[in-house]
């Protein structure tokens, strides 16, 4: 099963995707199960409700679905909470060492947009980049896990992400400035369809980008320096984790910021895809400034 939410903007209708005996794919209406995917959703066991009323055969098949949007899986997760240089040949390219423990940064939770929607290109950007990344949800609140074993049972399943990246103003000056590199309107592309966690080896997926059709970055989820359960172990020690929030685990080699690839400019296409987790795709244009009421 996974699960997603179709429409538009702010009207989006969470829906349960499965594959009948014959092979064909079904999108089922959720909205009597819930009104929304959300971190109570989550919480209450709504997986696997949603699931058995699948197969029970209760739920009525969304007419259209096929040409609605695709929104984020996630209504809207409290927080946005990312790993940075966990893959080790991505360290090396960005110049830096593996980290020993890892790095942890926030994206403001207003950044998360759907799969397929268009992207912005920051109107004074120059080094726009693309991270494919495999994305935990969590499913119940988590503060002070005793144990990495106990942190597995706080996923409630995976999403493919984009996080994109604005480098000119992440990385210059001593200190850096990754707040404002990766606070960027619509820099979150999340979905197409969360997948739970009983459905999925986090330890064995491949991840792959392309710009423009393109190949840049194609690696597995195996190469990561820290797995699944040891970031949420770590992350539960320095901040309470809320059903629905979103971790982001980090993204493999074969980004712009290597030099070896152009960053991403006006009427590019970039598409991320992790195996599994379904495939995103965004055309990309350069935003216009705007000036507040005060500046007019």
Known sequence: MKIARLGSQGAEIPVAISTD???????????????????????????????????????PELEGAEALRIGSP???????ICIGMNYAAHAAESGALPPTIPVVF??????????????????????????VELAVVIGREVSYLSSV????????????????????????GAA???????????????????????????????????????????????????????????????MVLEPGDVVLTGTPEGVALSGRFPYIHDGDVVEVEIAGLGRQRQEFFRAGT???SQEA
């Open 149 to 172: 074993e106990e942190a597995a049972s706080a996923v409630a399943g995976y999403v493919v992400a984009n996080d994109l990246s604005e480098r000119e103003y992440q990385i210059p």
């Open 106 to 131: 926030l994206k403001p939770n207003n950044t998360v947009v759907g799969p397929n929607d268009p992207s912005p290109i920051p109107p004074l950007s120059a080094k726009y980049d693309w991270e």
């Open 290 to 292: 705007t000036t507040t």
């Open 74 to 80: 996630i209504a809207r997760p409290n927080s946005v």
């Open 176 to 238: 850096g400035q990754w707040t404002k590199g990766k606070s960027l309107p619509k820099s979150t592309p999340l979905g197409p369809w969360l997948v739970p966690a009983s459905d999925v080896d986090a330890n064995n997926l491949r991840l792959r980008s392309w710009v423009n059709g393109e190949p840049r970055q194609d690696s597995n989820t195996a190469d990561l320096i820290f797995d699944v359960p040891t970031v949420i172990h770590h992350l539960s020690q320095y």
């Open 21 to 59: 005996p014959n092979g064909a794919e079904r999108i089922y209406d959720a909205r009597s199960i819930t009104a929304d995917i959300t971190g109570d959703f989550l919480a209450g066991n709504g997986l696997a409700t949603l699931s058995a009323a699948v197969e029970r055969g209760e739920l």
